[in-house]
Structure formats: C-alpha cells, structure tokens
T-cell receptor, first 114, second 114 residues
C-alpha cells in the first residue's frame, strides 16, 4: 500500500511569487491535512479537507489556501510568498474526518523563499 | 487554551540506556486526545500512539511505553534499551474534541550514541 506522496520534494521560489504543493493521500483515505514546520514556530496546523470540503483551518493568513479533488488528492497554494514562508510543508492523510485520528504523513515539501 | 510543553529540547544517551521524553499539556476540555510522533531525518512524521483522555492505562509496545497521568497533565514516553535507530525528533501533540484543532509541542531531539 503506497504511503502519502508529496510533490515536489524541494522548491525554491522568489518573494512575491506563488506556489502550489501537491499531496496524494493513502488510497481510500478521504481526509487530508496540511502542516507547516519551521525552526522558530515548530509544527503548525494549516487546514484539513474531507470529501472536497475544508473542515478545519488553523491560524494562517488568507495567502494560504487549499483544495481537495474528488480523488482525495489535495493541493495547497501560497500566494505572494514572503521569506517567512520558507518551511517544510507536511501533508497527512487519515481514513476519518477530524484531527483526533491517527494520521499518516508524507515526507514533505521543503520550500525556500529567496 | 491548548498548550503542549516538551521541556527537553535535546537529549543524548548511550545506546542501550533507557530514556524518558517528557510531555506536559494544558487543556480546558474534558475530552481530548494525546499523540506521540517520531520524525526521523527523512522528514515524515511517524505515528506512535494516540490516547484519549478517558483512558489512563499505561501502554507498552515493544521497547516503547507511555505513562499518561491526568493528575499532572503529563503524557511521558519511555524508550527502553535505546538503539541508534531511535535517533529522531519526537513530538507530543494534543487535540481537543470540542475545537478539533491539533497543537504540537516543540519536539525533543533524541541522539542515541553508539
């Protein structure tokens, strides 16, 4: 059974640009959640999608958005990139909705904003 | 408000020693869930355990054991007879049933020295 796949693994972008990250969950999982990991702030929850609907959102500005497709694959978009957006972005999938369940994580996308 | 404190930023022990990672949490909810995740150098978080607030039984899984004490709001993790492969960053996390958000501690970086 394939795990959670995140693409790309590494990305370098310039301030002001936008970026889209992709996450393919484990087959059969309908919940996808996104996290940002930085040395300063640690691991922070961004949002959760279940059955193509955003169910939950963390405390991030509107520049951070996402969506989920009918096949449960999810994309996360960050517009007008800032240097502080440099981070490891992790995606997790679960079989059930909610953040109280066991989650399976991908290896992340490391975004560097220059 | 939710809060998870992992006071130990970094720990180094020699292989085969036992080591305990501390986790103290704060919550006003009566129903909540506690997690431990392991993050090896490859980046993905690996689920270790999930415990709900009504189950205070300690748990043992191989060399891993967890001590949940509501009286002290702690959920400590012990590795017995540590091995080099246990070297990683370990995160404790809390999710409240009411709020359905998840908050992570800052993590403890564990070095197992051969």
């Amino acid at each position: 059974k394939a795990g959670v796949t995140q693409t790309p693994r590494y990305l370098i972008k310039t301030r002001g640009q936008q970026v889209t990250l992709s996450c393919s969950p484990i087959s059969g999982h309908r919940s996808v959640s996104w996290y940002q990991q930085t040395p300063g702030q640690g691991l922070q929850f961004l949002f959760e999608y279940f059955s193509e609907t955003q169910r939950n959102k963390g405390n991030f500005p509107g520049r951070f958005s996402g969506r989920q497709f009918s096949n449960s694959r999810s994309e996360m978009n960050v517009s007008t990139l800032e240097l502080g957006d440099s981070a490891l972005y992790l995606c997790a999938s679960s079989s059930a909705q909610g953040l109280n369940t066991e989650a399976f994580f991908g290896q992340g996308t490391r975004l560097t904003v220059v | 408000a939710q809060k998870v404190t992992q006071a130990q930023t970094e720990i180094s022990v020699v292989e085969k020693e036992d080591v305990t990672l501390d986790c103290v949490y704060e919550t006003r909810d009566t129903t909540y869930y506690l997690f431990w995740y392991k993050q090896p150098p490859s980046g993905e978080l690996v689920f270790l355990i999930r415990r709900n607030s009504f189950d205070e039984q300690n748990e043992i899984s191989g060399r891993y054991s967890w001590n949940f004490q509501k009286s002290t709001s702690s959920f400590n993790f012990t590795i017995t007879a540590s091995q080099v492969v246990d070297s990683a960053v370990y995160f404790c996390a809390l999710s409240e049933d009411r709020d359905d958000k998840i908050i992570f501690g800052k993590g403890t970086r564990l070095h197992i020295l051969p």
